[in-house]
């Protein structure tokens, strides 16, 4: 038996991964969050559950030094990367800080490998979709500038410690057990959330953005086995949908979904990529990667879910740290 962390547990990947392995397998599950943005009850009852944020290196110490880990898995980062431009502080203290802690206790308790949840965004708007995982980070926001940074690091931890890491790039995994209440990211949430208080849906921009969406259940397996194959170790591996959709495409599939009269509201443009979904064949060979929920059905999935969530308040920053430049949408 195992004896497996994973941080982030309460929110979407983190949760869903900790529910298949208490399900498939005899591994022990440990789990971290601070409960920032994910919820509680998203925790599989059987997980052995630590509540702090990981910028508290002692708090981490410890839990290695009870838990004896053996396999990191780490998804916990707020991933509001619209927002990040306006919240650098935050930003690099939870996502990079938080991280670099975790690297230093996986390096000083010998954890035998580390998964790491990177991300998308680190290809930035320099080269044309699909992005292949050998092309050069060229982040464009503090968000993957940070995801990039501890990239860097497990490169180096692995150098100069040994540190078997790998490094998966997903993208744009939605489903249940995701917060629908922040207002700043998840664009299925945000659009579930208008919808369930009647509002209409917004889309930043005209909608002509690109992206490939996967339901979460597609991304477990292959998470899983990121850890247990060993060709993975010193690997980057994109993981996500191989079909795309325009932004203004997958909200009327939403509306048709909720067959409700509501139609999509168009406002200022973000600064971000417009076209983005990567590779995935690598994923395939190397983590066994099956897209096997097409958008409709888990739209329903995840809409059927959303209707008996608690209708919670909605997550807004009270204050911005940079207030120059922010959106109509977003000011205070
Ligand atoms: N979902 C996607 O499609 C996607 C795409 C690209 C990258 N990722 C990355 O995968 C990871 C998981 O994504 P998700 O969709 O499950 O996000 P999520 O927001 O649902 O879950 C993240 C969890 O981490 C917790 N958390 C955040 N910062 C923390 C900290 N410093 N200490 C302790 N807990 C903290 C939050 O409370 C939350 O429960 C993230 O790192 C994200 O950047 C996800």
Redesign the pocket.
Known sequence: MKRILI??????????LADWIIKNTKHKVIG????????LE?INREVQFY??????LEALKGVFEKEKIDIVY??????A?GLSPFIRKYNY???LI??TNLITCSIQYDVSRFV??????VYGNKYDPPFKEDLAQAPIDP?AVA?YAVEMDLEIAKQQHGLNYTI???????GI???IW?KY??VLGIWMYQILNKKNPTIFGDGSQVRA??Y?DD?VIPFWNASQNDKCIGEIINL?GIKEYSIKDACNILINVTGLNVKPVYLEPRHETKYAWSTWDKSVKLLNFKHEVDLEEGIKKMWLWANNQPNRERFTWPKYELNKGIYEYWKN
């Open positions: 941080t982030g547990i309460a929110g979407l990947l983190g949760s869903r971290i969050d601070d409960l920032s943005g994910g919820f998203n509540k702090f944020n990981l910028i508290d780490h998804f916990a980062a707020y991933a990367e203290e939870n996502n938080a991280s790491f949840a990177s991300s998308m965004s968000y995801k998966v790039r997903p993208h744009n995994f939605y057990n995701q917060n922040d990211r998840n969406f996967s979460v991304s996500g």
